[in-house]
């Protein structure tokens, strides 16, 4: 779905964390914490962000390689897709009405 992003102008980005001037986002479901603590650095410094880091005891450590379709094993991407083909075929097909809209 990233390359969806195109339709609205962005460029697709498999950054945790993206910067663009005065606008940061995240991606992906744990990115979430990786953009909480970027931003808390950007508002109130790297050692805030380190301590609270430290308070959650935040230090990824995913047990398999290939968290990403870059990173995914051949097989396991394929039983993927497959699984997801009618799901995102419905997703693909309402951004897109979306992005006709603006």
Same mark, same amino acid.
């Given at each position: 779905?990233?390359? +969806? &992003?195109?339709? *609205?102008?962005? =460029?697709? +980005? +498999?950054?945790?964390?993206?910067?663009?001037?005065?606008? =940061?986002?995240?991606?992906?479901?744990?990115?979430?914490?990786? *953009?909480?603590?970027?931003? =808390?650095?950007? &508002?109130?410094?790297e050692e805030t962000a380190q301590m609270i880091q430290l308070y959650l005891e935040y230090a990824p450590a995913p047990p398999f390689l290939g968290g990403t379709p870059e990173l995914a094993p051949t097989g396991i991407l394929a039983r993927v897709e497959e699984t997801m083909a009618d799901s995102l075929q419905q997703r693909r097909a309402l951004v897109a009405q979306i992005a006709a809209r603006r």
């Open positions: 779905m990233r390359d +969806s &992003l195109t339709l *609205f102008g962005a =460029i697709p +980005s +498999s950054a945790r964390v993206e910067r663009d001037g005065n606008v =940061i986002t995240g991606g992906g479901v744990t990115a979430g914490i990786d *953009f909480a603590l970027t931003l =808390i650095a950007e &508002l109130h410094g």
